[in-house]
């Protein structure tokens, strides 16, 4: 039939046309069936180029004219398969598109080379025809018109083709008939509305078929087929017009449909800007003006959005703040985390955390920020800060921030070279204040002595409470160290007048340890330490001083250390004795004695009990020693018991620390019966400070010692805060009026006053009084004129070795152990307390 067709170079110029177009568009476009359409009219080009190619050799010739019916064949089939591809896969139609083929192909073949086989070409064109079968039942459902169409056009063809197979002259004309109608009914089938497109794609296909029953099998009247011929590549540029107009179609649909999505996607982001809840505004980098804010912005900083459009960034930013805000770069994004101040259209400031980045906006660089409110979480976090850093009682900085500060100072005085003086501030005896008046009145007194201290310090330098009642205080900048001294005594002298507490007026003193950077110590920790031993060497040294740390304050901390290690040493080296210092009645009869602790002559360290026995409370070890000295005391009054065969009472003096122990009656009460001794035969003297600690526990063990019949004495009466309220609800039987008071008595001295009321007092509250410290005879006399009941001191008798006092006792034995200094003739007055004890009464 290659005769027939008159191919023409307009035709392959027209074909190459239109197979750079589908090339052209089956790179930009993501459809599967635009690339089968490309294949197709690519087959299809080069059946036209074979058709052109003439061979003189009839083999090369029937080659070329298989080659040229092979790929007309093809196109058609790729044109089918192209209807059939959807959602990309594409092995499915690929492999029917093979079962389809490969039998066309081989039957066009075939009947080209003149085989005769019948039984062959049939069992080949059932093959195809079903594999044609197959291909209808893959189209989707809602092609079920196209395919039972599809399915008859397969039978009818299948018949035909048989038919016609005995006779092969035409049969692969009917062959291509049925492959480009097939592609007309499926292009049909593709029918959405009625378009030139849609019409031009399915009349071109079966117009395209049917050209090849008019050339062949019909036989057409030779003058119409000249015409025909004429119009033979027609249908060809019909479907191939067609083609191209549903590319462009498809292309606006795209278009169209990404605009949709783009409109959305607007719609999306605006109501996202708009409507969210945090303040957003994108602003031109270069003016620094806002371009666009959105509701949250106006409602949160009170300005209109004109209003807003009318300014700067830096319009809102705090007038202090304007030179720079904290930025941070959070990552390489060029986003941008920044801090600042905002003041808000009604002059209120807030703090902001803002997010930026940098966008385009309207065709320039802008930035877009979004805003968030952080002014609580900034005021909590100062809160925190502050709270962790400070005192809550006196709002003085504590300890963690004193450190920093210390450092900072430390660093600055050794850049200016000068020194830095570390004050460590001590009130005395403070515990008493808490235990005499309350917490309550503790809590106002350390308010009030911080603001004493406060007012004080410069501000530059720092103020911290570091404890219970330490106070530090830094000093930098200090370039005479001589100044410091003038410093301590300054802070010394504050507490001249008395605290005004509500309710009452009270007298406190501090006690001052001073350290000096880099004279003492070069660096913190150590500085602190040299300023502790000097406060703990003013305290030792009377209390309401200041001390400066050098070598013999940091050789008296030593001391104290090695005097506790001494004490630790007595105790456990049996280093300690007891002295017994006679108490005398009115009439010269000594009436009752106290022990005195001492350390044994024989101790490699021997030390004075005003000093051991505050080392002994501060470390504790004072409760060992109290159980020894009571058991010692019980020992020694059964071992006289034996020599004197009398009565002997023993004065033990009991500290806080011991009387506060819950145990301590139930087991001073044992040792007695253990000895066989009467609870009168020892009695307590405890200090008017110790019984104001732990009172409730203190007055328990009281309680029960004296419902026993051990009686009480106040020790150093005067010297405390104790009141009568409080005394009078104790069992207290004697008073010992303090030996400072006693010292200052003599004939003209207006404070004997102090000693009569003391006395009187003491009368009106049915107790005895003892005056301590007697040196002679002219407080002896004074106090017995002012009707003191009972007299102790050195103008009488010093402590006693116990074998002194128990040669006494033998040697006197059948004698009262009655005083020479005494007046016998006085006795004025009635005695409150116990009979005098006679030993030996007559
Ligand atoms: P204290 O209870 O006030 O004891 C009286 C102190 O005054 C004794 O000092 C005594 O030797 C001294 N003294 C007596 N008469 C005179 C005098 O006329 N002039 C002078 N200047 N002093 C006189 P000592 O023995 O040094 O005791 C000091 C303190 O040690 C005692 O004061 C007492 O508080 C405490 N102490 C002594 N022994 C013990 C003890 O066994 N247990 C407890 N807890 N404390 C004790
Ligand atoms: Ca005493
Ligand atoms: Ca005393």
Known sequence: MGD???????????????????????????????????AGWLLIFLSFISNELKFADPKASLLNELFRLDTVFLGGAAFVISFVVKGGKVLKPLLLGIAVTVPGCL????????????????????????????????????????RSLGIALCIVFCAATLHVAKDSASLHEWIMCEIFLYAGLLYAGTYRRLSIEWMAGTIGFIAWSGSYLLIAPLKVHPTALALLWQFWSLPKYVVSFAMTLRIFDGARADIAKLADGYKLLYEDFRLLYENHPLPMWIYDKDSLRFLSVNSAACSGYGFTKEQFLDKTVSDLVVEEDTDGSEEILTNSLRQHLQYGRHRLSDGRVISVEMTEREIQFANRSAGFVLAIDVTEREELNRKLVYRAQHDVLTGLPNRLLLEDRLAQSLERANRDNTHVALFTVDVDRFKLVNDTFGHGVGDECLKKIAKRLSGRVRKADTIARTGGEEFTIIVGGVVDPDDVEVMAENLLRLFDAPLCIPGQELKVSISIGVSLYPADAVDADNLRIKSDQALFYAKRNGRNRFAIASEEVCASFNDALAAERAVRNALRDDGFELHYQPIYDREGVASRFEALLRMKPSCPEVLPPAMFIPIAEESGLILAIGS????????????????????????????????????????????????????????????????????????????????????????????????????????????????????????????????????????????????????????LSLLRGRGCDYFQGYYLSKPMQVETLTNAFEEQSQLLLRHPNFDAQDTSRSHCGREPLLINPE
């Open 4 to 38: 027939h067709l008159q191919g023409s170079w307009i035709n392959l110029v027209l074909l190459g046309l239109l197979i750079t177009f589908f090339g052209v568009q089956q790179r930009n476009r993501p459809q599967l069936y635009f690339r089968f359409w490309f």
């Open 107 to 146: 039957v066009i073949d075939l009947n080209a080379i003149g085989h005769t086989s019948y039984w062959l070409l049939c069992l080949l064109i059932v093959i195809g025809q079903a594999s044609s079968l197959l291909v209808n039942l893959y189209l989707p459902m809602r092609w079920r018109r196209v």
């Open 628 to 779: 020894w000295v009571i058991r010692q005391v019980c020992a020694q009054l059964v071992a006289w018991r034996d020599v004197a065969d009398t009565r002997v009472c023993v004065a033990i003096n009991v500290s806080a620390r011991q009387l506060a122990q819950k145990e301590f009656a139930a087991r001073i009460l044992e040792i007695l019966r253990e000895h066989d001794l009467s609870p009168s035969s020892i009695e307590f003297e405890l200090t008017e400070t110790a019984l104001m600690s732990e009172p409730e526990l203190i007055k328990d063990s009281m309680a029960k010692l004296a419902s026993a019949g051990i009686q009480f004495a106040i020790d150093d009466f005067g010297t405390g805060y104790s009141s009568l309220a409080r005394l009078a609800d104790l069992p207290i039987a004697t008073l010992k009026i303090d030996r400072s008071f006693v010292v200052q008595l003599n004939r003209t001295n207006r404070r004997n006053g102090i000693v009569t009321s003391i006395i009187q007092m003491a009368e009106t509250m049915g107790v005895s009084v003892v005056a301590e410290g007697v040196e002679d005879e002219i407080q």
